[in-house]
């Protein structure tokens, strides 16, 4: 899921301070499971920005709305019919959902309420750690499952760098070195031979660093 | 026992602490609560097991919330006791009335009362 954490609550009262007419819209997908910007969170937020204004003595109108998903046009349309009764939409999806919202009406201002952060997974409760940096060319069948792209800092392709000591990064003493996690589970998978294979230089084209990316699927396509 | 309490406390009865979430905190004093006092079992002594702890969270992010939107944080408390300590509750509920008539009343209140004059 795509991982985001909330934004503190200075930042968005200093982000929706003169829009007296609030739409904060969460969605039911990835911010939801990480707490970020669901039906709950939705209401905490505007709870606390109603009080808030209430006690500066300002007369605001914030209602609360939560669509299925912010990156799909259809749910989207859910509000097209109360979207001009507010002067902004707050929105508590990822970016993805933030910018889809702004291109479908260009003519609300639409304020992003949380940071997004990462593609990661749900370690426990409150704890989420990224997976996934949708390099657009997978190598996880021959890393043993384990992402060089996103598990090691570098993003080394042909195992640890100098810096990796006893198993940890020597960017952060807590953080495994993802090669040596590759190593173990190589080793587990009676696959080390896989480690001896040199990889070919990426193609990093595939990634962001090609320019903004598209699929296109001409079987599904409408 | 009979013990008396102060009547400016209104009880409200849930199943369990953890049934309490972050939003009703809130909505108490969004509808002009002065104060709000969760009280759950003694930590370690929770029928579901967590319950009471999965409070003490709510009310500790209540209370982070209430302070920055400047309401005060200390307007919300947890206490843990036991079903058994109706004198313990006496006095948890004669200090909370205490502190909240220290602090006067939810400032939002204030501010409304302001803008109507």
Known sequence: ?222 | MRLQYPSAVRIILLPCTGKVDLIHLLRAFEKGADGVCVVGCMEGACQFNSGNLRARKRVMQAQEILEKIGIGGERVQMYNLSSSEAPRFVQIAEEMTGKILSLGPNPIKRAAKKKAA
């Open chain 1, 1 to 222: 899921m795509i991982v985001a954490k909330k934004k503190p609550i200075e930042e968005i009262i200093d982000m929706v301070k003169d829009y007296p007419k609030l739409l904060i819209l969460g969605c039911n997908e990835c911010v939801t499971v990480c707490e970020a910007g669901g039906k709950k969170e939705v209401a905490v937020l505007a709870s606390a920005l109603r009080m808030y204004f209430m006690n500066q003595g300002k007369d605001v109108k914030i209602d609360e709305v939560t669509l299925e998903r912010q990156c799909d046009r259809e749910y989207l349309e859910e509000v097209r019919k109360t979207i001009d009764r507010y002067d902004a939409v707050l929105s508590l999806a990822c970016g993805v959902g933030v910018q889809f919202m702004a291109e479908t009406y260009m003519r609300t201002p639409v304020l992003p309420g949380v940071d997004t952060c990462f593609m990661g997974v749900t370690e426990e409760r409150g704890v989420w750690t990224e997976r996934c940096q949708g390099c657009g060319q997978c190598v996880l069948a021959w890393t043993a499952g384990i992402c060089p792209v996103s598990r090691c800092a570098k993003r080394l392709f042909n195992g640890p760098c100098g810096g990796s000591t006893k198993g940890k990064c020597e960017i952060h003493k807590e953080l495994d070195c993802g090669w040596q996690l590759i190593i173990n589970r190589l080793t587990e998978l009676g696959r080390l031979d896989d480690y001896e294979k040199l990889m070919p230089i990426k193609d990093w084209s595939t990634e962001r660093a090609g320019g903004p990316r598209k699929v296109v699927r001409e079987d599904v396509r409408s």
